[in-house]
Each structure stands twice: as structure tokens, then as C-alpha cells.
């Protein structure tokens, strides 16, 4: 990220981009010369603002799609998705017919080569909102961390990565911190509602379903982060390119499942949607859709000018004002343990930054426990040739 900003002040610094390649100085280039800075190719690949955007994006669409899923009974979480895509690939055009922004047309081949990314966004934000249904904000925001861990083991073999060792302690924080928010939350259902009583195996069954598509959302997520990172090398897609693909052909695939999964007859919609709240509850579907707007943007953004490792490890560092959140509007429980894993959690994003200075300060790293680099047979031989 230093590298970026570094080349990011030379193009400021030495000027226009010559036609060979190189940089031309102002007082030396051929032609009249614009007195500014292009601020707008500036802002689009600086990784703070992207960072920022995509934080209070995430923090957003969190407590939306809380307040919508927690509804008694609700089981049309398709239905969901489908509405915030629409709204989603409505807009963007609609900002392209008013020349506010600009992406590529649909072309059939794109469409085709995006569509696997499509496909593990579908798995993404579906888990993501059936975790979120059955978890708390706060627990959610902790278990989310450990989709960090799963896409560092991937850019590992992907993309030739690597961690330190203390990048390694930081996710063993996040681990320590998932088992003792899993442990504070059963522990307040047991205690809340007698650990004998129904109720109490109630909730542990709840529980037990959110840590479970909690799990399966970790690695929805670090497959569709891994696999979008790859796809914009191979295609060259801008921010508003992934995010039109994204959504446009995710839309197919989300009717598909919500008739053929969900219940679609006149008493269920009529359960789903009561007319004392119908009205407040499709504004806030609108809402969350407008909301998804700006998650799918910033988050290719993110993705675009940093690393995927780092984009999850920003959504880890929103665990904070995200559990607030959940104490404030929806009546989260507050207690030591749960406090604990929240502050072990922080630590882990402190630790992991600390780490990342380092690693910036001295080029060669660790790997991962699994990370041995490959190598052909022959150079194997004259390794072991070498030894004996």
C-alpha cells in the first residue's frame, strides 16, 4: 500500500504520461499544458478513502439487513437479495443514461467469464444474511474475522503471499476471540432461560444454526473475494464494470432459487408482510437496496487498490461501531465475555496492522504453515543431491 502511494505522488510530482510510456515535465512537454492535477484518477486509487468508503458501506448494510431479517418468522431472504440487486443495477444505469458514470456495455463473453464470481456472490450475501438472522451483530462481526484467515491461506496460493509470524498471533486472536463470543452467547442463553428449560435448548438450537451458516459464509466469502481479485487481473473491469456484473447476473440466479426454496403462496407473503408494518418493511428492502449500491462499489474499490487479505481485515476493524450498533437498535446482550470478545477482536486488528508495518519494513516474510513454495522434480534432486 506504501508502494501505491509512492508511485501514486511520483505521477503527481513528474506530470502527464508520455505517449512512449515514461513521464513528460510540465515545462518540458510540447503544447499547451493544463495547470491541475487529474484529482479524480487520485481519489479512485487512494487506498485510505476506498478503506473508509467501504467501512461505513459495511457498517451500513449490516444494520439494515439486521433490521429486516430479524422479522418474526421471516424466510424470504431470496426475495431480499432480489430486491437489492434491482435497485442496485437500476440505478447504475440510470446514472450512466445521465452521464454521471461510465462502465462497459454488457457484452455476452464478459458476462460468461464473470458469471463463477456471480455465482460465489450469490453464496455470499445469501449466508450472509441467514448468519446474520440467527446471530447478534456483535457475535456476527466476530465470527466474520475468520473469513481473514481463509482468504490468506488463498492469496497464498493464488497469489504468492505470505504473512509474518505475528500476522499469524493476530489470527490466532481472532480464533481465541470467535470461541469466547461462541462461549458468551451460550452462556446468557442457559443463564437467560434456565439451562433445563426448552426455551434454553431453543436458543442453543438458533445459536447452533447461525455458527453453522456462519461457517459456510466464511468461505463463500473468501472464495468470492479471491475469485473477483483474479477476474478484474484477467478483464480489466473498473470499479462500476464488477459492479454491474455483479449484480446484473446475480438477479437470474437469486429468482431461480427464491421459486424454487421459498414459499411464495398468498398466506405466507401475507406472513411475511403484515399490513400494520408492509409499508415500513418494503422501504427499508428499498433502502437496503440503495445501501447495496454503495457495498458493491466500495467494495470492488477496496479490492481494486489493496489486498484481499486486507479488505477482510477492514471488515474486521468495524467490529466496534457495528457491536455498538447492535447494543443500541436491536438490544444485544451486554456482558463480560461478550465485552472480552469484542476487545480481543480489536486487539487482533491492532496486532495485524502492527504487522503489516513490519512486514513493509523488511520485503522477505514467513509463510503460512502450508505455503511451501512449489518446485519441479529436477530442482528437488539437486537439492537432495546437494545435501548428501
Known amino acids: 500500500m506504501a508502494d501505491n502511494k509512492r508511485r501514486d505522488d511520483l505521477v503527481i510530482e513528474m506530470g502527464n504520461r508520455g505517449s512512449t510510456g515514461g513521464y513528460e515535465s510540465p515545462r518540458l512537454s510540447k503544447g499547451p499544458q493544463t495547470p491541475r492535477i487529474s484529482a479524480p484518477s487520485s481519489i479512485a486509487n487512494n487506498p485510505m478513502l476506498a478503506v473508509l468508503s467501504y467501512c461505513g458501506s459495511s457498517i451500513l448494510m ?39 458514470i461510465n462502465f462497459r456495455n454488457f457484452n455476452a463473453d464478459e458476462a460468461r467469464k464473470w458469471f463463477p464470481v456471480s455465482l460465489l456472490l450469490v453464496g455470499m450475501i445469501y449466508t450472509s444474511t441467514k448468519a446474520l438472522q440467527y446471530l ?65 435448548s431453543e436458543k442453543i438450537s438458533t445459536l447452533n444454526a447461525g455458527y453453522m451458516w456462519m461457517l459456510m459464509n466464511c468461505f463463500c466469502t473468501s472464495s468470492y473475494v479471491l475469485g473477483m481479485r483474479k477476474r478484474i487481473k484477467l478483464t480489466n473491469f473498473k470499479d462500476f464494470d464488477t459492479m454491474f456484473y455483479n449484480n446484473l447476473l446475480s438477479v437470474p440466479v437469486l429468482v431461480i432459487f427464491s421459486l424454487l426454496v421459498e414459499d411464495w403462496s398468498t398466506k405466507n407473503l401475507m406472513t411475511q408482510f403484515p399490513i400494520e408494518t408492509r409499508n415500513n418493511l418494503m422501504s427499508a428492502m428499498f433502502i437496503t437496496g440503495v445501501g447495496t449500491i454503495f457495498i458493491s462499489y466500495t467494495s470492488a474499490w477496496c479490492v481494486r487498490v489493496t489486498s484481499s487479505t486486507t479488505y477482510s481485515m477492514v471488515g474486521a476493524l468495524n467490529k466496534i461501531p457495528i457491536a455498538i450498533s447492535g447494543l443500541v437498535f436491536f438490544d444485544a446482550p451486554v456482558t463480560l465475555p461478550s465485552v472480552s470478545a469484542i476487545a480481543i477482536g480489536s486487539a487482533s486488528g491492532i496486532v495485524y496492522a502492527v504487522a503489516k508495518m513490519r512486514a513493509a519494513q523488511q520485503p522477505k516474510t514467513v509463510g503460512l504453515p ?9 530442482s528437488q534432486s539437486a537439492r537432495d543431491s546437494m545435501k548428501s
Not at 444494520?63 to 440505478?91: D, E, H, P, R
Not at 503471499?161 to 463470543?181: D, K, P, Q
Not at 502450508?370 to 529436477?378: D, F, G, L, V, W
Request: glycine fraction near 8%; hydrophobic fraction near 50%.
Open 62 to 100: 449490516t444494520v439494515l439487513n439486521k433490521y429486516v431479517v430479524s422479522g418474526k418468522g421471516w424466510n424470504m431472504n431470496f426475495l431480499l437479495l432480489i430486491v437489492q440487486n434491482l435497485v442496485c443495477v437500476t440505478a447504475i444505469r440510470a446514472g450512466k443514461s445521465l452521464g454521471l
Open 136 to 200: 447478534s451483530i456483535p457475535v456476527f462481526t466476530i465470527f466474520k474475522n475468520l473469513t481473514i484467515i481463509v482468504t490468506a491461506y488463498g492469496e497464498v496460493l493464488w497469489f504468492g503471499g505470505s504473512v509474518t509470524r505475528l500476522t499469524l498471533f493476530s489470527f490466532g486472536l481472532i480464533v481465541l476471540s470467535s470461541v469466547v463470543a461462541a462461549w458468551a452467547d451460550i452462556q446468557h442463553a442457559l443463564s437467560f432461560h434456565g439451562s433445563s428449560s426448552e426455551a434454553a
Open 370 to 378: 502450508t505455503a511451501n513454495p512449489m518446485i519441479s522434480a529436477s
